[in-house]
């Protein structure tokens, strides 16, 4: 089955700074690759995503970056901010259209602390 | 974006006793839901996948007898987990796949303690 690394484990950085998070993962029938953002207790929210088609995605100050060949995608925030601070996990699902869509592997999470 | 309602979103039991969690749809059909099960401080690992009106289909290491789910209609899933003890203590949360567009949606999520 897949398989889904994520690094660092935490991370810490000062406002206005840059956080990035990479994530690997080793099925390559896996063509969807969501970010989620969770607060304690709570629901994970998506903050991006993207799939095998594209090499980079962009809204705003949160950016995702996808390299099928190495099998590795990565998360960046720019200009942080306090309120950014949060758990942040990446994921994997195959077969986007297929039967086995939306089953998703997730990283470990990166608990991310952005100082004022 | 869609809306997934799940309930309880907190119960505290004794051990023995058995815990009922649904999670559903309001306002669309939902031919797939997945149960995922989050330890404290850890991640989100998959249980098993519901199909409407079919058998769930359960991950590796999931026990199907002491986490019954039922997906009898379009719009609602339930997780039970039966005869809960301590180390069942978790944050239990569904998510759902739309039948048009394919998007994924989580619930709220349940945060069972067993005593």
């Known amino acids: 089955g897949e398989n889904v690394e994520q690094h660092p484990s935490t991370l810490s950085v000062q406002e206005g700074d840059s956080a990035v998070i990479k994530c690997t993962y080793s099925d390559s029938a896996s063509n969807y690759f969501p970010w989620y953002k969770q607060e304690l207790g709570k629901r994970p929210q998506l903050i991006i995503d993207?799939?095998?088609?594209?090499g980079e995605k962009k809204d705003q100050r949160i950016a995702v970056t996808l390299n099928k060949t190495a099998k590795h995608f990565s998360l960046h925030i720019t200009e942080t901010q306090p309120e950014d601070s949060a758990v942040y996990f990446c994921?994997?699902?195959?077969?986007?259209?297929?039967?086995?869509?939306?089953?998703?592997?997730f990283g470990q999470g990166t608990i991310l602390t952005v100082h004022p | 974006g869609a809306v997934v309602s799940q309930h309880p979103s907190r119960v505290i039991c004794k051990s023995g006793t058995s815990v009922k969690i649904e999670c559903r749809s309001l306002?669309?059909?939902?031919?797939?839901m997945f149960w995922y099960r989050q330890f404290p401080k850890q991640s989100l690992m998959l249980m098993a996948t519901?199909?409407?009106?079919?058998?769930?289909?359960?991950e590796q290491g999931v026990e199907k007898d002491k986490f019954l789910i039922n997906h009898a209609s379009l719009t609602l899933s339930t997780l039970t987990v039966t005869s809960a003890h301590p180390e069942d203590s978790s944050f239990y949360i569904c998510?759902?796949?739309?039948?048009?567009?394919?998007?994924?949606?989580f619930g709220s999520g349940t945060q069972l303690s067993v005593l």
């Open positions: 993207i799939r095998s088609n594209v």
């Open positions: 998510s759902v796949k739309t039948a048009i567009n394919e998007k994924l949606f």
């Open positions: 519901s199909n409407e009106g079919s058998k769930a289909t359960y």
């Open positions: 994921a994997a699902s195959p077969n986007a259209g297929g039967t086995s869509y939306g089953k998703l592997t």
């Open positions: 306002d669309f059909q939902a031919t797939t």
